[in-house]
């Protein structure tokens, strides 16, 4: 069974950086896409960033220029640099990655459970 693990959440100051990974685990035969979303509280999920697998990036209008988002294949995981962080910047943080398990469907959406980031002066 495949699971996404995020890690390198916490807290952070306004203008601060923070750098979250997600991580695959498990026998993964191929990962198309992967993605970081949000959910601030009463609000709700949005895409943030995202990456194809040939390293095309698409970014959210409010994080452009500020985060990054990359993968390494040979290590099933994805990275989202996130700089000049604002408070409005702060959520749990889920990856998503679009993959195909070994052995399993050709396509699998697999979610992790989510890190948190806390940006307050």
């Known amino acids: 069974q495949v699971q996404l693990v995020e890690s390198g959440g916490g807290l952070a100051q306004p203008g601060g950086s923070l750098k979250i990974s997600c991580a695959a685990s498990?026998?993964?035969?191929?990962?198309?896409?992967m993605g970081w979303y949000r959910q601030a509280p009463g609000k709700e999920r949005e895409l943030v960033a995202g990456?194809?697998?040939?390293?095309?990036?698409n970014y959210t209008d409010s994080v452009r220029g500020r985060f990054t988002i990359s993968r390494i294949d040979t290590k099933n995981t994805s990275y989202l640099q996130m700089n000049s962080l604002k408070v409005e910047d702060s959520a749990v943080y889920h990856c998503?990655?679009?993959?195909?398990?070994?052995?399993?469907?050709?396509?699998?959406?697999?979610w992790g459970q989510g890190t948190l980031v806390s940006v307050s002066p």
């Open positions: 498990g026998s993964v035969s191929k990962i198309y896409a």
């Open positions: 998503n990655a679009l993959l195909q398990p070994r052995g399993g469907p050709k396509y699998l959406s697999v």
């Open positions: 990456i194809t697998e040939a390293g095309s990036t």
